[in-house]
Structures are given as structure tokens and as C-alpha cells.
């Protein structure tokens, strides 16, 4: 009978290979780490440097209750109010909109649809998502301003008062940025609720619910974070939005009406920054800053639900 032998050396040697490679992969994650943290950090910096001048000169006061925005007239007026309530009226009534049918479609896809309607629904999903921004406006301009233009001459055909917009409105920019957020929404929530146990699914059932009640009643709820994950990164790219949002809304400071033309805070820093100057320059870097920080507190908040939520579940 044979004896083996063992090589402590040679088991020695690969424990110290493996401690290195380890070693090695951790400093990189390391260093990867660093680069967000200092990423985030470089812009939250550079942004407070580059938005406060003008908090000084003007006044916060009147930056964010003051409704006139007159940057080019003898006495300039910086209120961007207005330009605020509509980004918040904007994406919220986009999330409103956009959020249920993504979400639905979602559920579609990962817990209905046959495989072969799957095979067309998604890659249409992902084609979406790969439409350059300026696409949405220009199909906003053909197709949901003219509606709206007609929608708007049927209400206010007896007005004497309405400013008409052709159709270039809130109602057309938030309908645009219902369909731009979609992809984000329905990408991820699907990717969540395909990652729920399958026995969660399996006990429903066993216990008589039917598929419907299975899906809202566990496996939804099962897959919440990824799903408020969607939502975040979708506000996101509501908020963000620029390019299409300044040709399908009129980008005219006004209240947050329907019909009214308005200016989002990402389309008053596109649409003036290339001839501003001065003070009027510095505002639109403090425009960017309020909006910088609008999407921080939204993120926060939101972060602070799911969290609050996950706790309620333990």
C-alpha cells in the first residue's frame, strides 16, 4: 500500500499566491471606491463654489420666492420660483404617469406574457432606452404638440385671456417624460421581480391565492427595493432631462399650469448659458446648484422610505 506524501511547501506557497491575489483585488475595489466617493465629492464641491456667488449678490430670498425671471432687463429680476414648481409639478405628475405603467409592464413581461410576446415587448423596452433625447423632443414636437394645440383651442376657444402655446406646454413635457422614464422602470423592476425566491411565488399559490393576488400580494412587495430603486433612478432621469424637455415645453417662465408654457430648471440653464455673463451667469450656476440639490433630498428621501420600510418588515 502506498503512502502519499504532502508538500507543505507547495500548499504554503498557494495559500500565499492566494493571500496576494486577494490582497491585490482588494486594493483595486479600494481604489475604484475612492474614485466615486471623490467623484461625488469634486462635484458637490465644485458646484457649491460656483453656485453661492450669486446667492450673495442677489439674495436667497429673492432667488427662490421671487417669480420674475428678467435677467437682461435694466433691473434684473432672478426669481426662479416658477421655474422650480414646475420641476417639481413636471416630474412628479411625469412619475405619476410613468411609474404604475412601468412598473405593470414589468410584471407583464416577467410574470404574464408568453415567451414569444417577451421576445418583441423587450427588445422594444430596450430600444427606448437607446433613443437619443433630442429623438423624444423631435417626435414630441410632431406628435404630442399638435394634440395638445387642439386639446388647448377646444378648452379655451371663449378666452380672451389665454396665452395660446401651439401645443408647447406642461401637459406635452410631462408626457414626454412619462416615455423617456419608462425604460429605467421597467428594466429594473423586471430584473427584481425576477429575482424573488421562487418559493415565495410556490407558497402563495399553495395556499390558494391565484395568480393575480400572488403577484401584488407577495411577490411585489418581495421585490420593493429594486422596484424603489427604479423609481429613484427614474426621477433621476426626469429631473435631469433637458434636451427634449426644451423643445416640447415652451421654456417660458410661467406658473406650473396645463397649458401653460414653462421652463424646467435644466432647460433655463440650456437655454441661456450660452450668451449669460456676470450675475446672469452666475444665477444659472446657482440654478444648478438648487437643482443638484433637489435630486440629492429626493434621493435621501426616497432612500429613507425603503429603508424605513425594510425595518417594518423585520
Not at 500548499?11 to 474614485?35: L, P, W, Y
Not at 417639481?88 to 414589468?106: E, F, K, N, S
Not at 376657444?157 to 419608462?182: C, K, P, R, W, Y
Amino acid at each position: 500500500m502506498k503512502t502519499q506524501t504532502v508538500d507543505f511547501g507547495t500548499i504554503m506557497g498557494s495559500k500565499r499566491n492566494k493571500a496576494v491575489v486577494e490582497n491585490v483585488a482588494q486594493a483595486i475595489f479600494t481604489v475604484c471606491a475612492s474614485f466615486a466617493i471623490l467623484a461625488v465629492a469634486s462635484i458637490t464641491l465644485y458646484m457649491i463654489i460656483s453656485g453661492t456667488p450669486a446667492i450673495f449678490k442677489v439674495g436667497l430670498k429673492e432667488i427662490l420666492f421671487g417669480t420674475a425671471w428678467e435677467p437682461t432687463a435694466a433691473q434684473p429680476r432672478y426669481g426662479i420660483l416658477y421655474v422650480i414648481l414646475t420641476s417639481i409639478v413636471g416630474t412628479a405628475l411625469a412619475i405619476l404617469i410613468g411609474v404604475p405603467v412601468g412598473i405593470l409592464t414589468a410584471v407583464f413581461l416577467a410574470e404574464v406574457a408568453d415567451k414569444r410576446v417577451a421576445k418583441i415587448v423587450k427588445p422594444a423596452v430596450e430600444l427606448l432606452a437607446g433613443i437619443p433625447s433630442v429623438i423624444y423632443g423631435l417626435l414630441g414636437i410632431y406628435l404630442i404638440n399638435p394634440l395638445m394645440y387642439k386639446l388647448e383651442l377646444l378648452i379655451f376657444a371663449d378666452s380672451e385671456t389665454h396665452q395660446f402655446t401651439g401645443g408647447a406646454n406642461l401637459l406635452s413635457a410631462v408626457l414626454v417624460l412619462a416615455v423617456m422614464i419608462l425604460p429605467t422602470v421597467i428594466n429594473i423592476s423586471e430584473t427584481s421581480i425576477r429575482a424573488v425566491h421562487p418559493g415565495i411565488k410556490a407558497a402563495s399559490l399553495a395556499l390558494g391565492a391565484s395568480h393575480v393576488q400572488t403577484i401584488f400580494k407577495s411577490i411585489l412587495p418581495a421585490a420593493k427595493s429594486g422596484i424603489v430603486t427604479a423609481v429613484v433612478l427614474g426621477v433621476g432621469r426626469a429631473i435631469g432631462e433637458a434636451m427634449a424637455i426644451t423643445l416640447v415645453s415652451g421654456s417660458s417662465v410661467n406658473m406650473p399650469l396645463p397649458f401653460n408654457s414653462v421652463r424646467f430648471l435644466t432647460t433655463a440653464i440650456v437655454s441661456e448659458m450660452s450668451y449669460s455673463e456676470g450675475t446672469h451667469r452666475q444665477m444659472l450656476f446657482t440654478i444648478g446648484l438648487v437643482l443638484f440639490v433637489f435630486i440629492m433630498v429626493i434621493n435621501i428621501v426616497l432612500n429613507g422610505i425603503l429603508k424605513k420600510g425594510a425595518q417594518a418588515d423585520e
